[in-house]
């Protein structure tokens, strides 16, 4: 059993920048994959971007590469997702994820814990 708590959401202009967080608990492992998802009304939940527990692996949907990078401190079980030149487009519920297993994924139903999400809007 793990848990997420996510933070960080908020409203931004575009153009602006927000930091998330999400710190894990339980029966968390090093052998394990954390992810950023996200989901706007009427739309389909789309993955943002994951890290490996070393940080050694990368991934980014193309929609958010270069302005988003996420990153780890493992020394306190938490994923970030620092999320730069934000656009309207960003705006959704931001949802981490969790994985166990080596190898990252963009495919949710891979990821075995979700957090409650947090709500990003970024006005024009």
């Known amino acids: 059993q793990v848990q997420l708590v996510e933070s960080g959401g908020g409203l931004v202009q575009a153009g602006g920048s927000l930091k998330l967080s999400c710190a894990a608990s339980?029966?968390?492992?090093?052998?394990?994959?954390m992810g950023w998802f996200r989901q706007a009304p009427g739309k389909e939940r789309e993955f943002v971007a994951a890290s490996t527990w070393s940080g050694g692996i990368l991934r980014y949907a193309d929609s958010v590469k270069g302005r988003f990078t996420i990153s780890r401190d493992n020394a306190k079980n938490t994923v970030y997702l620092q999320m730069n030149s934000l656009k309207p487009e960003d705006t959704a519920i931001y949802y981490c994820a969790y994985r166990r297993g080596i190898a990252d994924s963009a495919n949710g139903n891979e990821y075995d814990y979700w957090g409650q999400g947090t709500q990003v809007t970024v006005s024009s």
């Open positions: 339980g029966r968390t492992s090093s052998i394990s994959i």
